[in-house]
Each structure stands twice: as structure tokens, then as C-alpha cells.
């Protein structure tokens, strides 16, 4: 019955775990009380992480996993992935999640909005707005047909990124350059 929310990486302000929580306390309670946040990752930050979850009484469901090894298995666990970063470049993270046919809820950031397009293969969200990813995770919650197609869409489009392809690519950049193929 529980909701199953996921965050992967160094807890720092960059990361901005802090929106996901700022979100959750947001969330009606019907659906606030269902959720658990894991946040695979350590940091400077997570003292006042975890201070925020327990000042909004969350801090039974916040869970800090610290570092992982065993990232595939808790994206698998997961029913939505976040990546609420202020900023980030190609987010591998997120890359994993939509391998998995996971929704990914991320910030309308540069490495984010390459990966996610708003409505198919997640859905984007202002960094630093609260009441937009409570919004944003309430829809995928209470949307199971947008929830099964962002799925669906999210695997086949990240193809693109995989070892054959990023190679084919590489082989055809250079043989261009080269005046190999014309």
C-alpha cells in the first residue's frame, strides 16, 4: 500500500533533496501518510535533512540508506525517481530509473530536460518549486494511465544511450569527419 519515492546521490544543496521533502509535507493526507522517500546517498547536508523531515513529522518516512551498491535494486523497488538538482549534466541517475520504465520527476534543469520530456517520459518541475512537485508526484499517484505510458515511453527513448547506439554514433561522427562517408 505504500508509495515508494527515490533520490540518488551525495546529500548536498546542489542535489536539493530538501524540495522532495518540502513537497511531501505538501501532499494531502491520503496520500502524504503512503509515502516513503528513500534517499540512497551521503552528505554534508543530511543532518538538516533529516531535521526537516522530522520538523514536519516525516521522519519515519524519510529513509537515509547512506551510500549504495545496490542501486538497480532499490530503482526496481521504486515507484517514482527524483532528481530535483539545481543543476546537473547528463544525470545518470535518472538514465537508470527510465532503463527501468521508472517515472522520473525532475527539475527544469540542463541533463534533466534532455532526458525527460514533460508528459512522456516524466514529468518537469521548477527547481525550488514545492507545491509543482507535490503536484507533479500527486498526478503519477493518482494518474495510472499517464503513470503507464511515462513507463513505457521512458524505455524505449533511452535506447538511444546505450553502449551500441552511443558507439554507432561515435564510429559515424568520426567517419564523417574523416571523409570516410559522404
Do not use: C, W
Given at each position: 500500500?505504500?508509495i515508494?519515492?527515490?533520490?540518488?546521490?551525495?546529500?548536498?544543496?546542489?542535489?536539493?533533496?530538501?524540495?522532495?521533502i518540502?513537497?511531501?509535507?505538501?501532499?494531502?493526507?491520503?496520500?502524504?501518510?503512503?509515502?516513503?522517500?528513500?534517499?540512497?546517498?551521503?552528505?554534508?547536508?543530511?543532518?538538516?535533512i533529516?531535521?526537516?523531515?522530522t520538523?514536519?513529522g516525516?521522519?519515519?518516512?524519510?529513509?537515509?540508506l547512506?551510500?549504495?551498491?545496490?542501486?538497480?535494486?532499490?530503482?526496481n523497488?521504486?515507484?517514482?525517481?527524483?532528481?530535483?538538482?539545481?543543476r546537473?549534466?547528463?544525470?545518470?541517475?535518472?538514465?537508470e530509473a527510465?532503463?527501468?520504465?521508472?517515472?522520473?520527476?525532475g527539475?527544469?534543469v540542463?541533463g534533466?530536460?534532455?532526458?525527460?520530456?514533460?508528459?512522456?517520459?516524466?514529468l518537469l518541475?521548477?527547481?525550488?518549486?514545492?507545491?509543482?512537485?507535490?503536484?507533479?508526484?500527486?498526478?503519477?499517484i493518482?494518474?495510472?494511465?499517464?503513470?503507464?505510458?511515462?513507463?513505457?515511453?521512458?524505455k524505449k527513448?533511452v535506447t538511444?544511450?546505450d553502449?551500441?547506439?552511443?558507439?554507432?554514433?561515435?564510429?559515424?561522427?568520426?567517419?564523417?569527419?574523416?571523409?570516410?562517408?559522404?
Amino acid at each position: 500500500d505504500k508509495i515508494v519515492l527515490l533520490s540518488i546521490g551525495e546529500i548536498n544543496k546542489n542535489k536539493n533533496q530538501r524540495q522532495v521533502i518540502e513537497a511531501i509535507s505538501l501532499l494531502p493526507v491520503d496520500i502524504k501518510y503512503r509515502i516513503v522517500y528513500l534517499i540512497a546517498g551521503k552528505g554534508k547536508q543530511e543532518r538538516e535533512i533529516k531535521s526537516i523531515s522530522t520538523k514536519y513529522g516525516l521522519g519515519k518516512q524519510v529513509v537515509f540508506l547512506g551510500y549504495s551498491g545496490d542501486i538497480p535494486n532499490l530503482i526496481n523497488a521504486a515507484d517514482i525517481n527524483l532528481s530535483t538538482s539545481y543543476r546537473e549534466g547528463l544525470p545518470k541517475n535518472v538514465m537508470e530509473a527510465m532503463a527501468t520504465g521508472k517515472p522520473v520527476i525532475g527539475t527544469n534543469v540542463r541533463g534533466n530536460r534532455d532526458l525527460i520530456k514533460h508528459g512522456e517520459t516524466g514529468l518537469l518541475v521548477p527547481v525550488g518549486d514545492y507545491h509543482a512537485t507535490a503536484e507533479a508526484i500527486t498526478k503519477l499517484i493518482n494518474d495510472k494511465e499517464l503513470y503507464l505510458d511515462i513507463r513505457a515511453n521512458t524505455k524505449k527513448f533511452v535506447t538511444r544511450y546505450d553502449i551500441d547506439s552511443v558507439l554507432n554514433e561515435i564510429v559515424e561522427i568520426y567517419a564523417n569527419k574523416m571523409g570516410f562517408l559522404s
